[in-house]
């Protein structure tokens, strides 16, 4: 069946769409007057194909991490649990190790564990590393991964060159556990990577993989997609999405276009009126002339909206490749003093293993971890409170977040609406006029009339409706009780020229001026004038954590909260009354559209505020992507899911300070971890040179190695301290 759910309130709503653009005044481009937004929330998601379609990923690829182009989480996954496997029996072969332990392992051919199973580990294991330092060198832009390349490569030459018996330096072990500690960090690293090609895939998975095209002489078949032309008309049944942008030529239904307006409730469109590709007709089949398919469709703009968002973010460098860069120079520098000065000593052998010592001890273990482990515990330990961090530079930006711009449907609000109120008139009470509604709208699939029944048998209202009926485009009719009676909006009252009494008409107006949706309950008599004897008031529910969320951040020292919604502004302004206006929501934006989204942050951003954007729909993804932190709200769409740094799970937009907190108390230990790296190396650097060798105080590679080990203890049991902190919604 289908509503009008056109309300009193429809002089406020802004105008229609057009192709993805607001056109002011309420007046289609090649139509008559407009009856405004309906009201109501989504309806139910057509269905919807995990594919790629050529012409809808718009936007082409993304511009990737730079400096480990090419690189993929499961290529390092792989490689770590190789690595690993090989690196215990050349641990456990070890003589060094084996004098710590005091135990023996003798078995023929042992001496051949390390150099085998190491130069394994070394080529297999090693390789993205020494790859990485050659186009490190290449770029002359040394850091990571030119020392950790440099590193492995001389503690390779030197346990092969061992083996062979040029010296009795045996670094097996070492390398093997720095290859395989390396891979681990860089395993968590790469799970970020390739998230914009995701939130453009989820762009092309709203639209279906096949439409059914209208022939002219009426016959409908089925073709892919991409088969389809301009100027083709295609059938969208109920519940369907529409294939590609165009006119309606026959039909009329409410469509859901949620996904890429923002707009909460199900817009009427009828012959002549705009549709817009993966928009949802909700209650009625259309015929739609396509003009626009491929690259040109609105969801493709959308589609390049987030793909020029994500390129134009800042690539952070991460604060572990600085490090990286200065200790190489500074290993590189006293590894060739060292070398010189002990060469010029005349003693050759102490030349190679001081040198050696040095490398070895400045291997970036600890300084390798120092941020991969922060991040993979932090994102461990927010996921049990329903905080999903993909991204891991988003979590170090929140804490310099100073303003937070929320969408409103259905992350402030349910994103459904339910009875807000309910007034009666001709002495009718209003018990009556809702059990009577209720027993109306029983058959009916629109989510307002879901909303009226919900509310009437929650009370224990009910009724039974025989002889359902549906006016089509303007509401239903039931018989109740020997009754005929009508549910619908202003359209329905203006067809049957009902009479609407003036208590009525006052209560209504005063609920269509805070943007509620309308529905009257009309009772037809056998003659004479129908008349109104009930009215409901229909809303967007606010969540009631919300207000929680924003006093939350006030105390996080957030200097401003805006909400941005593509809504009408009378519903938007409603919503921020109800979330305390004045003390809480500093500045709205009500209707706007995708491109205004992305604008908006922009412009705040333009302002000197680092925006964190918090939002569930298609049309919030370029802005999530903008933002200097976007953050999903779980229970949205895969594409503002994917095109998100951070997701919360839960819903509960209250999450959004437990991110703040998280990203504070992982950010000091990411400091305090670079921080023990660094000075653990301007201590024990020069001890690997020798520096205090006239006073007999020397390092062995082995202890060297011990020491190295022991850094990288130490920044694990500091990053574990972060278990103290509270995430835990509503908690602070």
């Known amino acids: 069946m289908r509503h009008e759910h056109g309300t009193d309130a429809d002089a406020g709503t802004s105008g229609t769409q057009h192709h993805g653009h607001q056109v002011p005044g309420g007046e289609h481009p090649g139509g008559g007057p407009h009856d405004g937004h309906a009201g109501g929330a989504g309806a139910p998601d057509g269905p919807r194909g995990g594919h790629h379609h050529a012409g809808h990923d718009a936007a082409g690829g993304h511009g990737g991490h730079d400096k480990h182009a090419g690189h993929d989480p499961e290529q390092f996954r792989r490689k770590f649990w190789l690595s690993l496997a090989l690196t215990v029996p050349i641990v456990a072969t070890s003589h060094m190790v084996m004098d710590w332990f005091g135990y023996t392992l003798d078995f023929p051919g042992m001496d051949w564990v390390g150099p085998v199973l190491g130069s394994v580990v070394f080529f297999y294991g090693g390789w993205p590393f020494l790859v990485g330092g050659v186009r490190e060198v290449r770029d002359r832009a040394p850091g990571m991964m030119l020392l950790i390349s440099m590193a492995i490569t001389v503690a390779y030459v030197a346990s092969m060159a061992t083996s062979l018996g040029a010296f009795d330096l045996d670094f097996w072990w070492e390398l093997a556990a720095l290859v395989t500690i390396m891979l681990l960090g860089h395993w968590q690293e790469m799970k970020a990577i390739g998230q914009a090609q995701g939130a453009l895939s989820a762009l092309a998975a709203l639209l279906p993989d096949d439409a059914e095209r209208v022939d002219p002489d009426g016959t409908v078949h089925g073709v892919a997609v991409a088969e389809l032309r301009l100027d083709d008309v295609v059938l969208v049944r109920s519940g369907g999405r529409v294939p590609a942008d165009g006119r309606i030529v026959d039909g009329a239904a409410e469509l859901d276009e949620s996904m890429i307006t923002g707009e909460s409730r199900p817009v009427p469109r009828g012959v002549g009126d705009r549709v817009v590709a993966g928009t949802v007709a909700t209650d009625s089949a259309l015929r739609v002339r396509i003009d626009a398919i491929g690259e040109d469709t609105a969801l493709a703009g959308i589609g390049r909206l987030v ?426």
């Open 307 to 732: 793909a020029q968002a994500q390129a134009s973010s800042g690539r952070a460098q991460v604060l572990a490749d600085r490090f990286a860069a200065m200790l190489f120079y500074v290993a590189t520098a006293a590894a060739l003093v060292t070398f010189a000065v002990w060469l010029a000593l005349g003693d050759p052998d102490q030349s190679v293993i001081r040198t050696v010592t040095v490398l070895v001890i400045a291997c970036p273990h600890a300084l390798g971890l120092a941020i991969p482990l922060v991040i993979a515990l932090s994102t461990a330990l927010s996921a049990k409170a329903g905080i999903l961090v993909k991204d891991r530079l988003a979590l170090e930006r929140m804490r310099t977040v100073d303003a937070v711009l929320f969408d409103k449907t259905g992350t402030l609000t349910k994103g459904t609406h339910t009875v807000t109120a309910t007034a009666a008139a001709g002495g009718v009470s209003e018990d009556e006029v809702l059990r009577v509604a209720g027993a109306v709208e029983a058959d009916s699939e629109h989510p307002l009339a879901k909303a009226l029944v919900a509310v009437a048998q929650d009370r224990g209202l009910r009724a039974v409706a025989r002889d359902f009926r549906s006016l089509t485009g303007r509401g239903v009719q039931a018989v109740v009780d020997g009754t005929t009676w009508a549910v619908g909006g202003p359209a329905l009252l203006r067809e049957l020229d009902a009479r609407v009494p003036d208590e009525l008409a006052t209560t209504t107006g005063t609920w269509s001026q805070r943007g509620a949706a309308v529905l009257h309950l009309v009772r037809l008599p056998q003659a004479g004038q129908p008349v109104a004897v009930g009215a409901f008031a229909l809303e967007d529910e606010v969540r009631p954590e919300a207000r929680d969320a924003i006093a939350e951040l006030r105390e996080q020292g957030v200097k401003k909260i805006v909400m941005i919604t593509g809504d009408a502004r009378p519903v938007a302004e409603a919503v921020a009354a109800d979330l305390r206006f004045r003390q809480g929501v500093d500045e709205v934006f009500a209707e706007v559209l995708p491109a205004d989204k992305d604008k908006a942050v922009a412009d705040l951003q333009a302002r000197g505020l680092r925006v964190a954007m918090v939002g569930d729909g298609v049309n919030d993804a370029p802005a999530l992507a903008r933002a200097d932190v976007g953050l999903a709200i779980g229970a949205g769409t895969d594409v503002a899911i994917e095109s998100a740094g951070v997701i919360l799970a839960s819903s509960d937009p209250r999450g959004v300070t437990g991110v703040i907190r998280l990203s504070r108390a992982s950010y000091r230990k990411m400091i305090q971890n670079l921080a023990w790296a660094a000075g653990y190396n301007v201590v024990a650097i020069p001890l690997a040179a020798g520096v205090l060798a006239w006073a007999g105080v020397t390092l062995s590679p082995a202890v060297g190695a011990v020491l190295m080990s022991a850094s990288t203890i130490v920044v694990a049991l500091n990053a574990q301290l972060l278990r103290r902190v509270t995430l835990t919604p509503g908690q602070h």
